[in-house]
C-alpha cells in the first residue's frame, strides 16, 4: 500500500509540473527576443493556464495602469515610417501600381487622388497603417511600400502604439501585439515571405518591370497627381528613383517568423487595439501570482 501511495503522489506531482508548463515557459519568455517569444507564443497561445496569465494584467502588482496600452489613430509622412520587416514583396508593392485592378483602384489611394491621409485599400474598415512611435511600421508593410514606390511624400494614416514605461522599442512593441493576438485569437499564425523581395533588387529591375507592365490608366492617374508618367519611360525612371529611399528603411526582423497578422491569427486588428487599452494584456515580467483566484 505504502508504494502504490507513493506512486501515486508522484503520478500526481508530473501531471502537476505539465499541466504548468505552458504558463511557466510564458514566465521564463518575458524578457526573450522576439525571434524566440514568437514561437513559444505559437505552441501554448490556446493552453488554459498561459490564457488565464496573459490576461492577468489588471490584477498584477501594477495593477492595470502600467500596461494600458495607447492606439492612437494619427497621420505620418511616409517617408518618416521605417520598416521592421526585412522583406518587402517586390509584386506586393508594384503589380497593383500598374494598372487599375477591376476590385478598386489603389493607384489613386496611393497617389493621394482618393482622399488624404492616404488609407491604401484593405479588407478592413480603416485601412491604417500600424506603427509604433509613430515610426516604426508593425504591420502594413505593402499598404506603405505601395505609397512610398509612387508618392513618397504622401501622408498616410497610422493607428500609432504609444510608448510608455514599460514599452519602450519596436521590438518590444512587436512581443506585445503578438502577445494581445495570442489572448484575442488563442492562436498566433506568422506568413511566409513569398516572391521578389524589393529590398535586394537593383534599381534598373525596378525600371524594367515599370516599363513591361505600366499601362495607360496609371500614367494619366501619375500626370494628374503631378507625377512624371507622360510615357512608360518618364514613370519608369520615377518610380525606381523612389527604390532606394525605401530600400534605406529597410528592418530587421523575418516576415514568416516573427511579423503580427491579426487577421490571419483569426481576429481583428481593432479587438486587439481594444484590448490593449484596457490593462489586461499582462505584457510586463508575468508571474503566476498575477492570477487571482476567485474566493
Known amino acids: 500500500m505504502k508504494l ?23 514566465v521564463q519568455a518575458s524578457g526573450a527576443k522576439l525571434a524566440a517569444y514568437v514561437p513559444l507564443l505559437k505552441k501554448i497561445a ?14 498584477d502588482t501594477g495593477g492595470p495602469a502600467d500596461e494600458q496600452f495607447e492606439v492612437k489613430e494619427d497621420t505620418a509622412l511616409a517617408t518618416d515610417l521605417w520598416a521592421t520587416q526585412a522583406e ?9 501600381q500598374m494598372a487599375v485592378p477591376s ?23 480603416r485601412c491604417a497603417i500600424l506603427t509604433f512611435g509613430g515610426k516604426y511600421i508593425l504591420d502594413g508593410h ?3 511600400s505601395q505609397v512610398m514606390m509612387m508618392n513618397p511624400g504622401g501622408t498616410v494614416a497610422i493607428d500609432d502604439l504609444q510608448p510608455n514605461g514599460v514599452l519602450k522599442t519596436e521590438e518590444g512593441a512587436l512581443k506585445l501585439m503578438q502577445l494581445a493576438i495570442a489572448l484575442k485569437a488563442g492562436k498566433v499564425v506568422t506568413v511566409p515571405f513569398e516572391g521578389s523581395d524589393l529590398m535586394g533588387v537593383g534599381a ?3 525600371k524594367e518591370f515599370v516599363l513591361k507592365n505600366i499601362k ?47 487577421g490571419k491569427s483569426g481576429t481583428a486588428q481593432a479587438d486587439v487595439n481594444a484590448v490593449l487599452g484596457t490593462g ?8 503566476p501570482q498575477d492570477v487571482k483566484k476567485e474566493k
Open 4 to 26: 502504490i501511495m507513493e506512486g501515486w503522489r508522484k503520478y500526481l506531482k508530473e501531471e502537476e509540473e505539465e499541466s504548468h508548463a505552458a504558463r511557466d515557459a510564458f
Open 46 to 59: 490556446a493552453d488554459p493556464e498561459f490564457q488565464a496569465l496573459a490576461a492577468a494584467g489588471q490584477t
Open 88 to 96: 518587402i514583396g517586390f509584386d506586393n508593392s508594384l503589380n497593383d
Open 103 to 125: 476590385w478598386g483602384d489603389p493607384i489613386s489611394a496611393a497617389l493621394g487622388l482618393a482622399g488624404s491621409p492616404i488609407e491604401m485599400p484593405c479588407q478592413d474598415s
Open 142 to 144: 505593402h499598404r506603405w
Open 204 to 206: 534598373e529591375q525596378v
Open 216 to 262: 495607360e490608366d496609371a500614367l494619366a492617374l501619375l500626370v494628374k497627381a503631378g507625377k512624371p508618367g507622360a510615357t512608360a519611360e518618364e514613370a519608369a525612371e520615377y518610380i525606381s528613383g523612389n527604390l532606394a529611399a525605401l530600400q534605406k528603411r529597410k528592418g530587421e526582423f523575418s516576415r514568416g517568423a516573427v511579423m503580427p497578422q491579426a
Open 280 to 287: 489586461a494584456v499582462n505584457f510586463n515580467e508575468p508571474i
